[in-house]
């Protein structure tokens, strides 16, 4: 996996946050739930074990139909996906803030 995510640091390394996250982090694009085991190099097994849980709850949606291929996004109506943005959004503007305060040269 590549380098944890402001989310993943503060909430925990979950495969259910990891999937979460790698949405997140590419709202403008629907993917394939092949897409999504690639891209986060995770066991088709946990994948799909949790998979179920998202749909449950309605997280992620159907965005469209390649043949037999469903693609999918955050559900952004969701009000869980909804604090998630949100709760993502305030920690990288926190931690911009201290990358800023932190570069700021002391006189």
Do not use: C, H, Q
Not at 20 to 27: A, G, H, M, Q, T
Not at 63 to 87: A, F, H, P
Request: overall charge positive; cysteine-free.
């Amino acid at each position: 996996m590549k380098d944890e995510t402001l989310l993943i640091k503060f909430i925990g390394n979950s495969p259910p946050l990891r999937i979460i996250d790698f949405f997140l982090d590419n709202r403008l694009f629907d993917y394939s739930k092949n897409e999504v085991i690639k891209n986060l190099n995770m066991s088709r097994t946990t994948f799909f074990t949790n998979w179920k849980e998202l749909e449950k709850y309605k997280i992620v949606k159907v965005t469209r139909k390649i043949g037999k291929s469903k693609l999918y996004k955050l559900n952004e109506e969701n009000d869980i996906v909804k604090k998630l943005i949100l709760l993502d959004s305030v920690l990288s503007r926190y931690a911009m803030k201290r990358a800023l305060e932190k570069s700021k040269i002391k006189v």
